[in-house]
C-alpha cells in the first residue's frame, strides 16, 4: 500500500535534547511538508521540500531543522532553540509543489511532549 | 496574503440531523479549496475538493460542499450525520503555489 509513515506515534523528550521525527513516503511524490497542529490553531508549516536536496523555511521554521537527502524521506529535527516544542507534528507529501490541484497526502502525525 | 475562517470550532448535532460547518476565505487571487477531516491521533484525510467547474462538489461518504465566489465561501453539508461522523474538519485554501492555508478546525461531535 502506498503511503506516508511517520515514527513514532508518541515521543517524549527532555528539555534541552534534540529530537528527530521521522518521514517516509512510497507515494513518488516529488514534494513534502511538515506542519505543526497545536489546538485551536489549525496546521502551521514549519518547512517544505519541492525536490531533492532543497527545501525551504515556512512559516515557523525557527527552532527546526529538515534534510531532504532522499526523495521518500524528510527528517525533521526539533532542536533545543524551539521554545514550545510539545505538538502534534504532521508530514504530507504532493505530487508537486508546483501543481496545487494536487492535494496533499498527510501521515498518521507524531504526538511530542517535551518536560 | 490569503486567510480561512472557521467561526464554529464545535457543532454539536444529534445523529440522523443535518450539519452545516462554515467556512469563509479571503483572497485576491483565485484559489482552491478543501475540506480534510481528522480522526482523534491521526492525519488529515481529504474529504472533498473544488477545483473549478460545477460550484457543488461532494464526497464518497454523502458530504458536500458548495463553493460560492460571490460571498467567498466553501461551506462543508451534510444531510443525514452518523455517530462515525464525529471528528475534527479543517478547510483549507491553495493560491496556486505549494502553500495551503487551513482553518482553525471545527470539531463536529455526533450524540446519539
Known amino acids: 500500500d502506498g503511503g506516508i509513515t511517520q515514527s513514532p506515534k508518541y515521543l517524549f523528550r527532555k528539555e534541552g535534547q534534540n529530537v528527530t521525527l521521522s518521514c517516509e513516503q512510497n507515494?513518488?511524490?516529488?514534494?513534502m511538508y511538515w506542519y505543526r497542529q497545536d489546538p485551536g490553531q489549525g496546521l502551521r508549516l514549519i518547512y517544505y521540500s519541492q525536490i531533492v536536496n532543497d527545501f525551504q523555511k515556512g512559516d515557523i521554521a525557527e527552532g527546526y531543522s529538515v534534510s531532504r537527502e532522499k526523495k521518500e524521506s524528510f527528517p525533521l529535527t526539533v532542536t533545543s532553540a524551539q521554545k514550545n516544542p510539545t505538538a502534534f507534528y504532521l508530514c504530507?507529501?504532493?505530487?508537486?509543489?508546483?501543481?496545487?490541484?494536487?492535494?496533499?497526502?498527510f501521515g498518521p502525525g507524531t504526538r511530542l511532549t517535551v518536560t | 496574503a490569503q486567510s480561512v475562517t472557521q467561526l464554529d470550532s464545535q457543532v454539536p448535532v444529534f445523529e440522523e440531523a443535518p450539519v452545516e460547518l462554515r467556512c469563509n476565505y479571503s483572497?485576491?487571487?483565485?484559489?482552491?479549496l478543501f475540506w480534510y477531516v481528522q480522526y482523534p491521533n491521526q492525519g488529515l484525510q481529504l474529504l472533498l475538493k473544488?477545483?473549478?467547474?460545477?460550484?457543488l462538489v461532494k464526497s464518497i461518504n454523502g458530504f458536500e460542499a458548495e463553493f460560492n465566489k460571490s460571498q467567498t465561501s466553501f461551506h462543508l453539508r451534510k444531510p443525514s450525520v452518523h455517530i462515525s461522523d464525529t471528528a475534527e474538519y479543517f478547510c483549507a485554501v491553495s493560491p496556486g503555489t505549494y502553500k495551503y492555508i487551513f482553518g482553525t478546525g471545527t470539531r463536529l461531535k455526533v450524540l446519539a
Open positions: 473544488y477545483l473549478s467547474g460545477s460550484t
Open positions: 483572497s485576491s487571487v483565485s484559489v482552491y
Open positions: 507515494l513518488n511524490h516529488d514534494a
Open positions: 504530507a507529501s504532493s505530487i508537486d509543489g508546483q501543481g496545487t490541484t494536487n492535494e496533499q497526502y
